[in-house]
């Protein structure tokens, strides 16, 4: 195939990680699974994409090497996939350096969770771009590629009609620079539902579970790309909750494949029963990333995430026994909240304590709020009502998110503080490395070098202890 084919897909990286900046965090890695899959889509197309992360590397220097390297310019659009609003200003760079070298380089920039249907504001803070892409684009990638198009394509500027759905497509893991040091990823659903306050999904309907054999065919094929069997899949859902049918099901084709897998997910909770737990264990569930959020009944009820608290609490609690019965990993999300105290966080604090023999760790977040068309300011005035108000004014429209002083008693600052203590409370160094290193660090990565490359962070910067 000529060269004139080739795409050049990138994911954009960040000037720095959004939580401490140091050794540990600079050394995460985290798969853009979405530009992969319109990446895969090309390349049953005709087309000959590469797929590269820009990770915290120096926005400039990263284009000064791709035209070093003969990479750029390319005849057909840049895709720029923009995966968190923290990575805007390294893509403002980014497109900036493109146009300053090469202002011919066309460059399509997409990101469902930062672009939001809004390019008026998405250009005012990235000027350099071709065409801003809204939504999923798996159904509309090919015609992306023929500028002649864009006026016809929808999910764009040019034709803000939904584009249509398709299902997630197969990854092919041989587009990926480098992707021996990534966990491969495969989607198993998309949306959610479940009218959590603080979440974008919150009324994004839940998806059906891809079929299991379709699920088995893409892991024995990322498989053979890897050459081993010991992938460490992270199954990807914003709710991952299979039937009990759909986990006979994929079972079944495990052994049919004659597959032996160790793989991760996120899920809710009070959305997983213990019987659940001892099922997929045994197809291979190795960790189990839990979204508790809170033990406090009056904060579970502020986040929307249950009615009946006592109820929630004690799901969870019959959650975590069974993971740590089937062998299982669970590892707690706590999100500090607007309305949080000191003592609405020692309710937490004393449940994860009652629980610590079933937690292999615990990470701890504050509450940021993203823009998101006008429905973001909506939401951040409702959340002024419970006491938080924004440590940036004009934060939302300038960077696309703002961090919170989440109560009248307890700022910003106060807060990350407490996350990063619970968070060592909870989870010692050998506990951090093991979960990272199952889905965020580099595959060759073993524990001595991690702990040889960190020993000089300070301990005040680390979310473990020592």
């Known amino acids: 195939m000529s060269n004139k084919q080739t795409v050049l897909c990138i994911s954009a990286g960040m000037l720095k990680p959004k939580k401490t900046d140091n050794r540990v965090t600079r050394s995460n890695m985290y798969l853009n699974y979405g530009l992969l899959g319109l990446a895969s889509v090309l390349e049953m197309r005709g087309w000959e994409p590469r797929v590269m992360h820009g990770h915290f590397e120096d926005p400039e220097r990263f284009v000064e090497q791709l035209i070093e390297s003969g990479r750029l310019p390319t005849s057909s659009p840049l895709l720029l996939s923009i995966p968190s609003s923290f990575a805007l200003e390294w893509t403002r760079i980014f497109c900036a350096t493109v146009k300053s070298h090469l202002p011919e380089q066309s460059i399509i920039v997409g990101g469902r969770w930062v672009t939001a249907n809004d390019a008026g504001w998405f250009r005012s803070r990235i000027p350099d771009v071709d065409l801003v892409v809204f939504g999923t684009a798996e159904s509309t990638v090919h015609d992306l590629m023929h500028k002649s198009r864009w006026s016809f394509t929808p999910g764009t500027e040019r034709c803000p009609a939904e584009a249509p759905t398709s299902a997630s497509p197969t990854l092919n893991y041989r587009l990926l620079e480098g992707f021996s040091e990534f966990t491969p990823s495969f989607e198993v659903s998309r949306g959610c539902g479940r009218g959590c306050n603080f979440c974008a999904e919150a009324k994004a309907r839940l998806s059906p579970m891809k079929q299991a054999a379709s699920l088995v065919s893409e892991i024995r094929d990322a498989m053979e790309v890897y050459g081993t ?238």
């Open 229 to 466: 069997s010991d992938i460490r899949a992270y199954f990807e859902a914003s709710l991952f909750q299979p039937s009990s049918a759909w986990i006979q099901e994929f079972s079944a084709a495990l052994e049919t494949a004659g597959i032996t897998l160790r793989w991760r997910t996120e899920t809710r909770m009070d959305n997983i029963t213990p019987s659940q737990i001892g099922a997929l264990a045994r197809t291979g569930l190795a960790v189990l990333d839990l979204g508790l959020e809170t033990a406090s009944p009056r904060q579970i009820q502020a986040m929307g995430k249950s009615t009946h608290p006592a109820t929630y609490l004690r799901k969870a609690a019959e959650v975590l026994q069974a993971c740590a019965l089937h062998g299982v990993w669970a590892k707690v999300n706590i999100l500090i909240y607007p309305g949080e105290t000191e003592e609405t966080l020692a309710e937490t604090v004393a449940w994860l304590d009652q629980h610590r023999a079933h937690i292999k760790g615990v990470s701890v977040g504050t509450t940021i709020v993203f823009r998101f068309n006008d429905s973001s300011a909506d939401y951040l005035a409702s959340l002024q009502m419970q006491g938080a108000y924004p440590v940036s004014a004009e934060g939302l429209d300038r960077h696309g998110y703002t961090h919170l002083h989440i109560s009248p008693t307890m700022s910003y600052s106060k807060a990350q503080s407490l996350a990063q203590s619970i968070s060592k409370r909870f989870m010692s160094e050998r506990d951090y490395f093991d979960l990272k290193s199952f889905s965020y660090l580099p595959r060759s990565l073993c524990f001595e070098e991690f702990a040889a490359a960190t020993a000089n962070v300070p301990d005040a910067e680390l979310s473990y202890r020592r």
